[in-house]
């Protein structure tokens, strides 16, 4: 199949037709297995496609990679690694070494290509003549831990203030030599301990400004010595073996999920033969292989109670079976060793319709886009059908042991992410939750009763510094409810926080069924007597509840109580927000240009359902 994909893909590039020849390979990506040998292949192949002729379908990204190692044999991972997300990787390869000069130099190479996305190269060896001595105090090793973050917070800065571009950068992996053995680890100052503690800093630093490709932990799981002998950086400076192309360009895709803000967040599983051994509807609950008394057993426990601790961290599970619903659910309800329960499930789906059909359904009663879904099933004709019925499905064939299931969702990095908050690791009980409130929409007669049976709370108030990491979330993963797009980070959100020109807003909503968080960022400047909004964004979960009413409402009492005579806006409108494209007339601005929106002070309430809570933060 892969050879005869990559012949089809190089007969359409030889007769003009990029796109073809792209998709051709984006295909062949999501269907087959990435090892090293169809990665360079791929890749190379995808290094003739150039922004001129790519055509407007295809989405180009401009990519710089630059680092202290050898670059040049991960450019064919990179291409893969966007392939897949439907971009095709124009690529500037900085000179050998020089990243410093690079980012520096206003006048280099990078700065003249105009960077989208940065790859910064960086390997642990590169760091051994600055590693403190055995004998150095914890005092002097922070010091050298200090001049290495703040040389990168600096080079950081630049590429961001420059180019407001995406950083993926290595993370660094362990020294692989242990000198005196254990003792060696014993100290703060030794190679594994200095560049343990220079990673952590490092992470905490970049404060959501790099997304980080996580090598450190892949040389772990590999062996330093398959992952990137000595003798192969010594020779080339190679940063890994060609071998790990495959798994290195994974790594690559996830990082750059994590930038793009392209994490999935729904996990929909198959049942027989995924979550069980054997099929309930003929094995009985009895029948089933599943927890202790058989290694094919323990291994389907093993993979729920890995789906239960996605859940746990803020991926939503929902299930997509061809079975009877009574049936299916019964080892949710009965088995002694199934750790999940029905209520872990956002959405619990059997039928016998085809998956694609099950999987739209699923996401119409989420109103979460197919583009956030991974379906796991060990069925290879059902993932062939997604793919080709909905592509932007990601789909994980599940194949050999029940024990390998976890590894092989792992692999892929679909839900890697940078940080998360208390309101993603509560997301999943948020969406099970809406889908009981969607049922309860259906059984009223009217949105009036519905709002009114919810039972709102919900309180609006000037941010607190514990606010940012979930306000920064809001700003950089919101689509639909996002007025203007200006994708503000933490660095300005920090700064507008402490700020006496501006006004950060934080908006917290509770119902009967689920206490749903922050879900509501609002980001405005004083200018004259004006509050000017620079930009609103909300959670697509908590749409169409009155909380826009609320908001502008209590945005209106804080004018009041700052004698400001009004509210201006601007909308800038897109393909994913048009969902909002009436906010501010139905809120009462009037029109004030083509874009901009004005709202006077003395405005008369609107009504909402959502009763004040008076929560954390006051103004």
Avoid at 201 to 227: D, M, P
Wanted: some cysteine; glycine content about 8%.
């Amino acid at each position: 199949m892969e050879t005869d994909s990559l012949s089809s893909a190089r007969r359409a590039l030889e007769a003009g037709e990029s796109g073809a020849a792209f998709d051709t390979v984006r295909r062949l990506l999501a269907e087959a297995t990435w090892t090293a040998v169809l990665v360079k292949s791929a890749g190379d192949l995808l290094a003739h496609l150039s922004a001129d002729t790519a055509g407007a379908a295809i989405a180009v990204e401009r990519v710089a990679v630059i680092g202290g190692c050898t670059t040049g044999l991960l450019l064919p991972a990179l291409r893969c690694a966007l392939a897949e997300e439907g971009r095709l990787a124009v690529v500037y390869e900085g000179p050998f070494g020089a990243y410093r000069q690079e980012i520096l130099d206003p006048t280099s190479g990078l700065h003249r290509f105009g960077p989208q996305t940065v790859l910064l190269v960086r390997s642990w060896r590169e760091l051994m003549p600055r590693m403190p001595l055995p004998t150095a105090t914890s005092a002097q090793v922070q010091s050298v831990v200090d001049a290495e973050v703040a040389e990168l917070e600096g080079l950081w800065s630049t590429l961001i203030e420059r180019h407001r571009c995406r950083i993926l950068q290595h993370a660094f992996e362990l020294p692989d030599l242990s000198y005196i053995g254990a003792a060696e680890n014993a100290h703060a100052a030794s190679g594994p301990g200095f560049v343990a503690s220079l990673d952590r800093r490092l992470r905490e630093s970049s404060g959501g400004r790099v997304a980080w490709v996580e090598t450190g932990a892949a040389a772990q799981r590999a062996g330093s010595e398959r992952w990137c002998p000595a003798d192969l950086y010594h020779l080339a400076k190679l940063p890994l073996h060609p071998s790990q192309l495959g798994s290195y360009a994974r790594l690559v895709q996830g990082a750059f999920r994590v930038a793009a803000n392209r994490t999935r967040k729904v996990l929909v599983t198959d049942l027989d033969n995924t979550l069980w051994g054997g099929v309930i509807g003929d094995d009985g609950l009895s029948g089933v292989a599943l927890g202790p008394g058989s290694p094919a057993g323990e291994g389907f426990e093993s993979f729920a109670r890995y789906l239960l601790g996605l859940k746990q961290r803020g991926v939503i599970l929902a299930v997509c079976s061809k079975n009877d619903p009574a049936i299916a659910a019964q080892p949710f309800r009965e088995h002694p060793h199934m750790p999940l329960r029905e209520a872990d499930f956002a959405v619990f789906h059997c039928s016998w319709d085809d998956k694609a059909s099950g999987l739209r359904r699923i996401s119409a009663e989420l109103n979460l886009g197919l583009d956030s879904f991974v379906l796991v099933d060990d069925n290879p004709a059902e993932c062939a059908l997604v793919r080709r019925e909905l592509p932007e499905v990601a789909t994980v064939h599940l194949q050999g042991s029940a024990s390998l299931f976890p590894y092989q969702v792992e692999a892929r990095h679909l839900f890697d992410r940078d940080t998360f908050t208390a309101e993603d690791i509560a997301r999943a009980e948020m969406y099970r939750s809406r889908s009981d409130a969607e049922r309860l929409r259906s059984s009223s007669t009217d949105l009036e009763s519905f709002l009114a049976d919810l039972r709102m709370e919900g309180h609006l108030s000037l941010a607190q510094p514990v606010d940012l990491e979930r306000l920064a979330q809001l700003e950089a993963k919101t689509n639909q409810f996002n007025t203007t797009t200006a994708r503000f980070q933490r660095a300005d959100l920090e700064r507008f926080l402490a700020s006496p020109t501006h006004a950060l807003f934080a908006f917290r909503l509770r119902d009967r069924f689920v206490d749903h968080g922050l879900v509501s960022c609002v980001i405005a400047e004083y200018a004259g007597d004006r509050l000017v909004l620079l930009n609103w964004t909300m959670s697509c979960r908590v749409f169409s509840r009155g909380a826009e009413e609320f908001i502008r409402n209590r945005l209106l009492e804080h004018c009041q109580e700052r004698n400001l005579s009004g509210i201006s806006a601007a909308f800038h409108p897109t393909q994913k927000n048009e969902v909002i494209a009436d906010l501010f007339p139905r809120l009462g601005f009037l029109r004030e240009g083509e874009s901009r929106w004005q709202l006077a002070g003395a405005a008369p309430p609107l009504p909402s359902r959502i009763e004040d809570s008076g929560g954390p933060g006051g103004e």
